[in-house]
């Protein structure tokens, strides 16, 4: 089984500032990793597949790098609907699984 | 619009049966999986299974493998959770959720697009 770890556990950011965010996983995933935003209350939302191709709708400010076994999702200039709690979730295809990394919050400073 | 519908906020005894349901609307139901999701109380996400409307092929997350099942009806297009028998740590909220795919850089891949409002379930 892959496991997903996410770092770090909380993030504390600025307004306005740059937050980067990590996932890690145990074995070689490719590219096959995709990250959701959770914001209180709510379920979450789709922003990255394929490691780093936002989906349609999402702002630029939010990008996703890496591939293997190492990834880093980076939101520039934040803002304050960005605070929340960020997943990064690894996919397979034969057969269907996904794994979830632990998550990361990130708060105001 | 697509959207995933779910039951209501449950409240139950160790030891009881509980089904919840997520009904789909404006897609094709039966051509995508669809994920559940287990979030306890402060916690993160935990996926419980997957199941494939069309033929009911369901897979299971190992860990939750004994202890729930997913089904379909597809003439209306539903999905269910079930538990025979709860435990107080089921409590949680359990979202559906449903996968799509995209087709980027010569490959496939995939990610839960639509979710529906979680259901809360509460054993105890």
């Known amino acids: 089984e892959i496991v997903m770890t996410q770092s770090p556990g909380t993030l504390s950011v600025s307004p306005g500032e740059r937050a980067t965010l990590s996932c890690r996983a145990s074995?070689?995933?490719?590219?096959?990793l995709a990250w959701y935003q959770q914001r209180p209350g709510q379920p979450p939302r789709l922003l990255i597949y394929?490691?780093?191709t936002r989906v349609i709708g999402v702002p630029v400010r939010f990008s996703g790098s890496g591939s293997g076994t190492e990834f880093t999702l980076t939101i520039t200039s934040l803002q304050s609907e960005d605070y929340g709690f960020y997943y990064c979730?690894?996919?397979?295809?034969?057969?269907?699984?996904?794994?979830f990394g632990g998550g990361t919050k990130v708060e105001v400073k | 619009d697509v959207q995933l519908v779910q039951s209501g906020a449950e409240v139950k005894k160790p030891g009881e049966s509980l089904k919840i349901s997520c009904q789909a609307s404006?897609?094709?139901?039966?051509?995508?999986?669809l994920a559940w999701v287990r979030q306890m109380p402060g916690k993160g996400l935990e996926w419980v299974g997957l199941?494939?409307?069309?033929?009911?092929?369901?897979i299971y997350s190992p860990s939750f493998q004994d202890h729930v099942a997913m089904s379909v009806d597809k003439s209306g297009r539903t999905t269910y959770l079930q538990w025979s028998s709860l435990r107080a740590s089921d409590t949680a909220i359990y979202y559906c959720?449903?996968?799509?795919?995209?087709?980027?850089?010569?490959?496939?891949?995939?990610?839960?697009?639509?979710w529906g409002q979680g259901t809360t379930v509460i054993v105890s």
């Open positions: 074995q070689n995933i490719g590219s096959n």
């Open positions: 404006g897609y094709n139901f039966r051509t995508y999986w």
């Open positions: 979730q690894q996919y397979e295809n034969r057969p269907p699984a996904l794994t």
């Open positions: 959720a449903r996968r799509n795919y995209y087709y980027h850089s010569g490959g496939r891949h995939y990610g839960m697009d639509v």
């Open positions: 394929g490691a780093s």
């Open positions: 199941i494939y409307p069309d033929d009911s092929d369901a």
